[in-house]
């Protein structure tokens, strides 16, 4: 059972991503070309044709997958919604840091991250109106279970805003001081989970 375990765990995280081999398609380019350049005309055109379509398809592969954290998304949409009086607490540094290099490409304001840590050890007199409890991952950390990050901000009730960027970022956005949710906003069986905490 632990055996199966540990090889789940290998195979669930890529171990080779492409930035670790690029630096080897310069010479195997020109190992092929040479190779293409010892063969007949016609015969090296359409291994030219086959290599190229095959080349093509991967790369639409590649690009159709989400391949990075939309980080850019959430501070794009925060800027537009974050209040003067609202804060942004994020689960980590790593998070903090990815976050505001696009805050300050969208102009939002970078007064306004804190990391989970310190927002724990001051929830009381943050005289916050609203609280954007944003997290994701960044590199190759793990994302916390929603809920459990939730209670360890010490935040109860159900958000009013849930939203998703790609498959890695979740902003929630709760109200503290009483503010009422427009109806509607956020219910159904994600909303549930909440009433647990």
């Known amino acids: 059972m632990a055996i199966s375990r540990r090889l789940r765990r290998i195979y669930d995280r890529p171990l080779w991503v492409p930035r670790y081999l690029l630096w080897g398609v310069g010479p195997y ?86 990391t989970a840590d310190k927002f724990v050890h001051h929830v009381g007199d943050t005289g916050a109106k609203r609280i954007w409890a944003v997290y994701g991952r960044t590199g190759y950390s793990q994302l916390p279970i929603e809920a459990a990050y939730i209670k360890a901000l010490g935040l109860v009730g159900i958000p009013c805003v849930r939203k998703t960027f790609g498959t890695d970022i979740i902003a929630l956005r709760f109200d503290p001081m009483g503010g009422q949710c427009a109806k509607g906003e956020f219910s159904g069986p994600q909303a549930r989970q909440y009433k647990l905490l």
């Open 29 to 114: 380019l020109l190992l092929a070309g040479i190779g293409l350049a010892q063969l007949p005309r016609p015969l090296s055109a359409t291994l030219i044709a086959i290599i190229a379509l095959a080349a093509g398809m991967n790369a639409a592969a590649y690009y159709a997958e989400q391949t990075k954290p939309r980080w850019d998304d959430a501070a794009i949409y925060l800027r537009g919604r974050v209040g003067a009086r609202d804060l942004i607490v994020v689960n980590s540094n790593a998070a903090r840091d990815v976050l505001s290099v696009y805050a300050v490409k969208s102009k939002l304001d970078l007064s306004k991250i804190v």
